[in-house]
């Protein structure tokens, strides 16, 4: 199983090189500061908000797309951002995850993500998924989803608890178990 904890790449809309560090290999020089920050664009949103409907002070939660192009991670073209979209407003960037070892769009889970700084635990399936599932909080319960406007084979997932998804299956049309991926959380 790949190492959970090492998905998100930021939080609170500042890179967290720390993060990105540990996603390096041993014999790896991490990458300057500067040169990450650029290659992580957190308020650009890339294709269209996802919005849920759920709202608090800082706005309506929402999701979106973000362009990663870091050297050390080549098969990672992007990331999902959760965020916050005031009324009337600009969104801000929250928390991000994306893949850190192999194609991002391998099918199955990719980048989930616990509970952080607020943000309910989240991620994507690559692939057919119209129904996902996990235990949270030790119940069973279907996540919230949306497909990525840039790729629909993209189906962004959350949950209405920060808790670790736990158990998580994700089936086709059909009713078919699609292939797992990687379903380890990641907290920062």
Same mark, same amino acid.
């Given at each position: 199983?790949?190492?959970?904890?090492?998905?998100?790449?930021?939080?609170?809309?500042?890179?967290?090189?720390?993060?990105?560090?540990?996603?390096?290999?041993?014999?790896?020089?991490?990458?300057?500061?500067?040169?990450?920050?650029?290659?992580?664009?957190?308020?650009?949103?890339?294709?269209?908000?996802?919005?849920?409907?759920?709202?608090?002070?800082?706005?309506?939660?929402?999701?979106?797309? %973000?362009?990663?192009?870091?050297?050390?991670?080549?098969?990672?073209?992007?990331?999902?951002?959760?965020?916050?979209?005031?009324?009337?407003?600009?969104?801000?960037?929250?928390? #991000? #995850?994306?893949?850190?070892?192999?194609?991002?769009? #391998?099918?199955?889970?990719?980048? %989930?993500?616990?509970?952080?700084?607020?943000?309910?635990?989240?991620?994507?399936?690559?692939?057919?998924?119209?129904?996902?599932?996990?235990?949270?909080?030790?119940?069973?319960?279907? #996540?919230?989803?949306?497909?990525?406007? %840039?790729?629909?084979?993209?189906?962004?997932?959350?949950?209405?608890?920060?808790?670790?998804?736990?158990?998580?299956?994700?089936?086709?049309?059909?009713?078919?178990?699609?292939?797992?991926?990687?379903?380890?959380?990641?907290?920062?």
């Amino acid at each position: 199983m790949k190492s959970p904890g090492k998905r998100t790449l930021l939080a609170g809309g500042a890179v967290l090189a720390v993060v990105l560090m540990s996603a390096l290999t041993a014999n790896a020089a991490p990458a300057p500061a500067p040169a990450v920050a650029q290659a992580v664009q957190t308020d650009t949103p890339w294709g269209d908000v996802i919005g849920t409907g759920v709202h608090d002070d800082g706005g309506e939660l929402v999701f979106y797309g %973000v362009k990663v192009d870091v050297e050390q991670l080549p098969g990672t073209t992007f990331g999902i951002m959760a965020g916050r979209r005031p009324a009337g407003g600009q969104v801000t960037a929250g928390v #991000a #995850a994306n893949e850190f070892e192999g194609s991002d769009k #391998a099918p199955g889970f990719h980048a %989930v993500s616990g509970g952080i700084s607020g943000y309910p635990s989240f991620g994507y399936y690559a692939g057919p998924a119209v129904k996902i599932t996990a235990k949270v909080d030790g119940k069973n319960v279907t #996540a919230h989803q949306a497909p990525w406007s %840039v790729d629909p084979n993209i189906v962004v997932f959350w949950f209405d608890s920060g808790a670790d998804p736990l158990e998580l299956a994700a089936f086709d049309a059909s009713g078919k178990e699609l292939p797992a991926g990687n379903t380890g959380v990641g907290h920062g």
